[in-house]
Nanobody, 121 residues
Framework: QVQLVESGGGSVQPGGSLRLSCAAS????????MGWYRQAPGKQRELVAT???????NYADSVKGRFTISRDNAKRTVYLQMNTLKPEDTAVYYC???????????????WGQGTQVTVSS
């Protein structure tokens, strides 16, 4: 099977930084888009940033200039560097990837278990 395992969440004061990591493992043939989403209490899950296999990135307006997504294809890992964190960034952050498994003709959507990020003084 395929798994996405996240790490790097935690608590930080406003203005601080955190780095999230998400590693894909299992019987993987190829990975298309990898990205991060977040869900705050009482709100819908929203896109934070994505990184395509072709190297293009996409960010939510609310995080542009503060967050940076990167990707290591050899390690099948995507990162999210979060700087100048604000209380409104508090949420559970989920890794997402479009993965084609071995012997599968198509890509499927996979999600990590989520990691809590809390920004508070």
């Amino acid at each position: 099977q395929v798994q996405l395992v996240e790490s790097g969440g935690g608590s930080v004061q406003p203005g601080g930084s955190l780095r999230l990591s998400c590693a894909a493992s299992g019987m993987i043939f190829s990975i298309n888009v990898m990205g991060w989403y977040r869900q705050a209490p009482g709100k819908q899950r929203e896109l934070v940033a994505t990184f395509s296999n072709a190297g293009s990135t996409n960010y939510a307006d609310s995080v542009k200039g503060r967050f940076t997504i990167s990707r290591d294809n050899a390690k099948r890992t995507v990162y999210l560097q979060m700087n100048t964190l604000k209380p409104e960034d508090t949420a559970v952050y989920y890794c997402n990837a479009e993965i084609r498994r071995l012997f599968s003709p198509h890509y499927d959507d996979y999600w990590g278990q989520g990691t809590q990020v809390t920004v508070s003084s």
